[in-house]
């Protein structure tokens, strides 16, 4: 076996290990292809026993579970921990553990990388509060320049990363595993929506939206907008046609998504990070076969002009947003050119595809 693959990753987050569907396929593959992978967390009081994977997983103990107190002390354990490991290379998940990260690889003088899920400064919580955005801007200044190596999520954050910090990254897609697939047939038209129920959503249009629709929407989340998500549906009148879900386990996930009609993704044009990204729920329905309603924004649009698998939304309107579910679930011509689009673009953007960036980026160090 090539001396690589005895080299010692560590990967670092700051969520629930067992319901990080992204790093749970980064970490596997990467197992997989012969590396030492160790993923490491914080521990929650409310954390279930970790599920057994194909790498290790650590949890580290906190005292806080959110806010400043958090962040600092779950830093100061990490940067630590981080010390008395041997491991050869040390990767930042997000501008949440980089600090640590970067100090740590520089004392032990071992390789670092940065895995770029979001532009973290350009969310719409960091934007909207100053001296949050402040802070974080002066972390991703002192550290992302000298992460050389790093890789995220499409060609548009890779675009930011080299204007704003002089860094070259390859774009590794959170794209899902491809699996052999038998659409079921589906009696009833259902609207699915599956993610976080948060603010910038787009659910204060979404909801309204749904006066006009002769369907049913389902939606598979919780998040900080759940309560006014609920209340929105009371206040239009429209128990009837939304259900909510709440949190729903991703292996239960999936039975949701496949027999769902259309797929939402939708992201109101708060932040840079919403326009520029490219939601991993957007695969998850193309490789279900589920044509969906999507933002016109850059990423999607992309796809889109190679492979028309989503109906995309020009105004985040209640108007327009439901001429476009209409035109989906009244055109069946239309319907059906789309969920073929759906056939053929999962197998060029599936995980196996993506992996393959993936591991070369880790050879090359």
Same mark, same amino acid.
């Given at each position: 076996?090539?001396?690589?693959?005895?080299?010692r990753i560590i990967?670092?987050?700051?969520?629930?290990?067992?319901?990080?569907q992204r790093?749970?396929r980064?970490c596997t593959?990467?197992a997989?292809?012969?590396?030492d992978v160790?993923? !490491?967390?914080?521990q929650?009081?409310n954390?279930?026993p970790l599920?057994?994977?194909?790498?290790?997983q650590?949890?580290?103990p906190i005292?806080?579970e959110?806010?400043?107190?958090m962040?600092i002390?779950y830093?100061?354990?990490?940067?630590?921990?981080?010390?008395?490991?041997?491991d050869?290379i040390l990767?930042?998940?997000?501008?949440?553990?980089?600090l640590?990260?970067?100090?740590a690889s520089?004392?032990?003088k071992?390789?670092?990388?940065?895995d770029?899920?979001?532009?973290f400064?350009e969310?719409?919580?960091?934007?909207?509060?100053?001296?949050?955005?402040k802070?974080?801007s002066?972390?991703a200044?002192?550290? !992302?320049?000298?992460?050389?190596?790093?890789?995220t999520?499409?060609d548009?954050?890779a675009g930011?990363f080299?204007?704003?910090y002089g860094?070259?990254?390859?774009?590794?897609?959170?794209?899902t595993?491809?699996?052999?697939?038998?659409i079921?047939?589906?009696?009833?038209?259902i609207?699915?929506?599956?993610?976080? !129920?948060?603010v910038?959503?787009?659910?204060e249009?979404?909801?309204?939206?749904m006066?006009?629709?002769?369907?049913?929407?389902v939606?598979?989340?919780?998040?900080?907008?759940?309560?006014?998500?609920?209340?929105l549906?009371?206040?239009?009148?429209?128990e009837?046609?939304i259900?909510?879900?709440?949190?729903v386990p991703?292996?239960?996930l999936?039975?949701h998504?496949?027999?769902?009609?259309?797929g939402?993704?939708l992201?109101?044009?708060?932040?840079?990070?919403?326009?520029l990204?490219l939601a991993n729920r957007?695969?998850?329905?193309?490789?279900?076969?589920v044509p969906?309603l999507?933002n016109k924004?850059?990423?999607?649009?992309?796809?889109?002009?190679?492979?028309?698998?989503?109906?995309?939304?020009?105004?985040?309107t209640?108007e327009?947003i439901?001429?476009?579910?209409?035109?989906?679930?009244?055109?069946?011509?239309?319907?059906?050119?789309?969920?073929?689009?759906c056939?053929?673009?999962r197998k060029k953007?599936?995980?196996?595809e993506?992996?393959?960036?993936?591991?070369?980026i880790?050879?090359?160090?």
């Amino acid at each position: 076996m090539p001396q690589m693959a005895s080299k010692r990753i560590i990967c670092t987050v700051t969520n629930d290990l067992n319901y990080d569907q992204r790093m749970i396929r980064i970490c596997t593959s990467l197992a997989q292809a012969g590396y030492d992978v160790t993923l !490491v967390g914080f521990q929650r009081k409310n954390s279930k026993p970790l599920t057994q994977r194909p790498f290790n997983q650590v949890r580290l103990p906190i005292i806080a579970e959110q806010g400043k107190a958090m962040y600092i002390f779950y830093w100061i354990s990490l940067f630590f921990f981080l010390l008395r490991r041997d491991d050869d290379i040390l990767c930042a998940i997000d501008i949440d553990t980089i600090l640590p990260v970067y100090y740590a690889s520089r004392i032990r003088k071992k390789k670092r990388v940065y895995d770029a899920h979001e532009i973290f400064t350009e969310l719409k919580e960091v934007i909207s509060r100053p001296a949050v955005h402040k802070m974080w801007s002066w972390i991703a200044n002192h550290c !992302v320049p000298h992460f050389k190596t790093g890789y995220t999520i499409g060609d548009s954050y890779a675009g930011y990363f080299k204007k704003q910090y002089g860094v070259e990254y390859g774009v590794v897609r959170n794209a899902t595993i491809l699996k052999p697939l038998q659409i079921p047939d589906k009696h009833e038209r259902i609207i699915l929506y599956q993610g976080w !129920v948060n603010v910038g959503r787009c659910f204060e249009q979404l909801i309204p939206a749904m006066q006009y629709v002769n369907a049913r929407l389902v939606v598979c989340g919780e998040g900080n907008f759940y309560e006014q998500a609920q209340a929105l549906t009371k206040q239009h009148n429209l128990e009837n046609k939304i259900t909510f879900k709440g949190y729903v386990p991703p292996a239960q996930l999936g039975d949701h998504t496949i027999s769902a009609y259309i797929g939402i993704t939708l992201f109101e044009d708060t932040a840079l990070s919403n326009r520029l990204s490219l939601a991993n729920r957007f695969f998850d329905y193309m490789h279900s076969g589920v044509p969906q309603l999507c933002n016109k924004y850059p990423e999607y649009e992309r796809v889109n002009a190679e492979y028309e698998v989503a109906a995309l939304v020009p105004e985040l309107t209640p108007e327009c947003i439901a001429e476009k579910l209409n035109k989906l679930l009244n055109d069946d011509d239309y319907y059906k050119r789309l969920q073929q689009n759906c056939l053929a673009a999962r197998k060029k953007y599936c995980w196996q595809e993506e992996e393959k960036k993936l591991i070369a980026i880790y050879n090359n160090l």
